[in-house]
């Protein structure tokens, strides 16, 4: 499985970003994509996540009711809509794929979960 990111950039604190994440190989298959982001000095924390069988998402409580993640299955992908973006969103962001089966059905995640990792993409929040 191949993950392509894309989307990441430079906002004001308060902006928006919308990041995509595209999965491609043959036969994907996973219980859901999401994403995780690590800041400078900080280890990869979990932000969301999505089942791919119903659509259920998952958030960090840091993230919970600004971001929002969609998925459309026709094009094996994932879209995270970042809203009220402050300083402390500031991080590489991950697109993450394959998490463990304990991780699913436990509807729980952390960042160690996930086993399918894309390139990373750069989120900066200026105040």
């Known amino acids: 499985v191949q993950l392509q990111a894309s989307g990441g950039g430079l906002v004001q604190a308060g902006g928006s970003l919308r990041l995509s994440c595209a999965a491609s190989g043959r036969a994907f298959a996973t219980y859901a994509m999401g994403w995780c982001r690590q800041a400078p000095g900080k280890e990869r924390e979990f932000a969301a996540a999505?089942?791919?069988?119903?659509?259920?998402?998952f958030y960090s409580d840091s993230v919970k009711g600004r971001f929002t993640l969609t998925m459309d299955k026709a094009k094996n992908a994932v879209y995270l809509e970042m809203n009220s973006l402050n300083p402390e969103d500031t991080a590489v962001y991950y697109c993450?794929?394959?998490?463990?089966?304990?991780?699913?059905?436990?509807?729980?995640?952390?960042?160690?979960?996930?086993?399918?990792w894309g390139q990373g993409t750069q989120v900066t929040v200026s105040s």
């Open positions: 993450a794929a394959d998490p463990t089966r304990a991780s699913y059905y436990a509807r729980k995640y952390s960042a160690r979960d996930f086993n399918s």
């Open positions: 999505i089942s791919w069988y119903d659509g259920s998402t």
